[in-house]
């Protein structure tokens, strides 16, 4: 277990209520990144983080914001949820940069159904 | 935005078969990493590809590093049932943003 963990698992919420995500690491890694993965699309970045309250977009930022107050916690919110907001979102955690030369570790997954 | 075109999108395959499956770029990639994600997990890396021309094994699984620094291989040899799920290829845009090609899922027949 590499000491990431989302919550929760699954979700199930109604068009145009806000939803938070969460994402616990115990690694004390630097950067942080949310993703979403839809058939057809892989995966895409959302928003990262590069230290406690620091975060930039990624591809597919609108329609949603991060949090970042603890190293070890990193929030994704939808603010108001839409349904092609509907998909599986991956936390990815790097001890630096080099991440992306070294690869990432991911969480398990949160699986959000907005009906 | 940058695109990494994975295919094929799928495969069946019968146990014991080798695959083939590659990522293509319309740009350069320093890097290429190779990830499999098994059903209701995150992706796990399998082999990162540093140079042109590299050619890097893990197991049964060996990738290569295309001379144009715009494509990149993966071969799975004599599969097996645990072969399952899907295959990603990723270059990194920057620093801080990984892109992903859109996945082979593989599935392998006893």
């Known amino acids: 277990d590499a000491g990431i963990t989302q919550s929760p698992r699954h979700k199930v919420t109604e068009t145009g209520t806000p939803v938070t995500l969460r994402c616990h690491q115990t690694e004390n890694h630097r950067y942080m990144y949310w993703y979403r993965q839809d058939p057809g699309h892989g995966l895409r970045l959302i928003h990262y983080?590069?230290?406690?309250?620091?975060?930039d977009k990624g591809e597919v930022s609108d329609g949603y914001s991060v949090s970042r107050s603890k190293t070890e916690d990193f929030l994704l919110t939808l603010e108001s949820a839409t349904s092609s907001q509907t998909s599986v979102y991956f936390c990815?955690?790097?001890?630096?940069?080099?991440?992306?030369?070294?690869?990432?570790?991911f969480g398990s997954g949160t699986r959000l159904t907005v009906v | 935005g940058q695109q990494l075109n994975q295919s094929p999108q799928s495969m069946f395959i019968q146990e014991g078969e080798d695959v083939s499956m590659n990522c293509t770029s319309s740009s350069i990639f320093n890097t290429w990493l190779w990830y499999k994600q098994d059903p209701g997990e995150g992706p796990v890396l399998l082999i990162a590809?540093?140079?042109?021309?590299e050619l890097t094994s893990n197991g049964r699984l060996t990738a290569q590093f295309g001379i144009t620094r715009k494509d990149s291989f993966l071969n799975i040899s004599a599969s097996i049932p645990s072969d399952v799920g899907i295959y990603f290829c990723a270059g990194p845009l920057n620093n801080n943003d990984m892109r992903f090609g859109a996945g082979t899922r593989l599935t392998v027949k006893p």
């Open positions: 590809l540093y140079k042109a021309g």
């Open positions: 983080s590069y230290g406690v309250k620091d975060t």
């Open positions: 990815a955690i790097s001890e630096s940069t080099r991440g992306t030369r070294y690869g990432y570790t």
